[in-house]
């Protein structure tokens, strides 16, 4: 008998499930309808989380910014082990080239791209949402709905854009053939709440192959595992591990730079 109603139960849970999918499916387009008008009557948080990737040939380079507040911070790290990090008004720069000791310097965020960066991206998302371009532009091709963490916006929105019908070359100042585009968030049960607004591109331009993202609102604090922080507090974190393993590894005596690079570009 137990195992009759388990299986009931079993059933029952499923099919909730399925329908709660089926759910969100049918009301996709009618939730990015709702965002469009959010989008056109609400400014963007002045929060943001920046993530860029850049590979070229034999070379990768990773960057990431953070704004909360009046707290600022920058990282920027390559294979080759070049950092250099923004904080505090303090801009600082390490390289092999420089045996690792600190270049530090003073300086403003403003000095940085940063802050235009996030600017630009959001009228980006406002031109892509807008209401009153001409139909035949900025085509939606499709959106996945998926399940998110969080308890208060649980469901996942990507909306993919037809690159056929947008002028990337007018909306991002760029000449870079575009691979990818999207907006994603995050939405309430109701489809009229949202959170975590960012704009995701990918594109190449001169042979080099560039991937960001750029997200809007408190940037995520670390996970359980203490791991994938996007706070200035947890860009400097990662900041001084990095640190702490070139310079540990640069000042052993039985150092080998050649070795040492090999593993640095593999892990």
Same mark, same amino acid.
């Given at each position: 008998?137990?195992?009759?109603?388990s299986?009931?139960?079993?059933?029952?849970?499923?099919?909730?499930?399925?329908?709660?999918?089926?759910?969100?499916?049918e009301?996709k387009?009618e939730v990015?309808?709702?965002?469009?008008?959010?989008i056109?009557?609400? /400014?963007l948080?002045?929060n943001?989380?920046i993530?860029?990737?850049?590979t070229?040939?034999?070379?990768?380079i990773l960057t990431e910014a953070?704004?909360?507040?009046?707290?600022?911070?920058?990282?920027h790290?390559?294979v080759n082990?070049?950092?250099?990090f923004?904080r505090?008004?303090?801009y /600082?720069a390490?390289?092999?080239?420089?045996?690792?000791?600190?270049?530090?310097?003073d300086?403003k965020?403003e000095d940085?791209?940063?802050?235009?960066?996030a600017?630009?991206?959001?009228?980006?998302i406002?031109?892509?949402?807008?209401?009153?371009?001409d139909s035949?532009?900025?085509?939606v091709k499709?959106?996945?709905?998926?399940?998110?963490?969080?308890?208060?916006?649980p469901?996942?929105?990507?909306?993919?854009?037809?690159?056929? /019908?947008?002028?990337?070359?007018?909306?991002?100042?760029?000449?870079?053939n575009?691979?990818?585009?999207?907006?994603?968030?995050?939405?309430d049960?109701?489809g009229k709440?949202?959170?975590?607004?960012?704009?995701?591109?990918?594109?190449?331009?001169?042979?080099?192959?560039?991937?960001?993202?750029?997200?809007?609102?408190?940037?995520?604090?670390?996970?359980e595992?203490g791991?994938?922080?996007q706070?200035p507090e947890?860009i400097?974190?990662?900041?001084q591990?990095y640190v702490?393993?070139? /310079?540990s590894?640069?000042?052993?005596?039985?150092?080998n730079?050649?070795?040492y690079?090999?593993q640095?570009v593999?892990q």
């Amino acid at each position: 008998m137990r195992k009759i109603f388990s299986v009931i139960l079993c059933t029952v849970f499923c099919v909730s499930l399925c329908s709660c999918s089926d759910k969100r499916e049918e009301n996709k387009n009618e939730v990015y309808e709702n965002f469009r008008e959010y989008i056109a009557e609400n /400014t963007l948080e002045e929060n943001y989380y920046i993530q860029i990737s850049k590979t070229a040939s034999e070379s990768h380079i990773l960057t990431e910014a953070s704004k909360l507040n009046d707290d600022c911070a920058f990282m920027h790290y390559d294979v080759n082990g070049n950092l250099k990090f923004y904080r505090d008004g303090k801009y /600082t720069a390490l390289s092999i080239s420089n045996l690792y000791i600190p270049e530090e310097k003073d300086a403003k965020w403003e000095d940085f791209e940063y802050e235009s960066m996030a600017a630009s991206y959001r009228e980006i998302i406002a031109q892509l949402c807008s209401n009153t371009d001409d139909s035949s532009k900025n085509t939606v091709k499709d959106i996945n709905v998926s399940d998110s963490d969080n308890k208060e916006f649980p469901d996942k929105y990507s909306v993919q854009y037809d690159l056929e /019908t947008v002028d990337t070359r007018s909306l991002f100042q760029n000449g870079g053939n575009f691979g990818s585009l999207s907006i994603k968030f995050l939405s309430d049960e109701n489809g009229k709440n949202y959170k975590d607004i960012s704009l995701n591109c990918q594109y190449d331009y001169n042979d080099e192959i560039y991937v960001i993202s750029v997200k809007y609102g408190t940037p995520d604090s670390p996970d359980e595992k203490g791991e994938n922080g996007q706070r200035p507090e947890d860009i400097e974190e990662i900041f001084q591990d990095y640190v702490d393993k070139l /310079t540990s590894a640069y000042t052993s005596s039985d150092f080998n730079y050649e070795d040492y690079l090999d593993q640095y570009v593999n892990q």
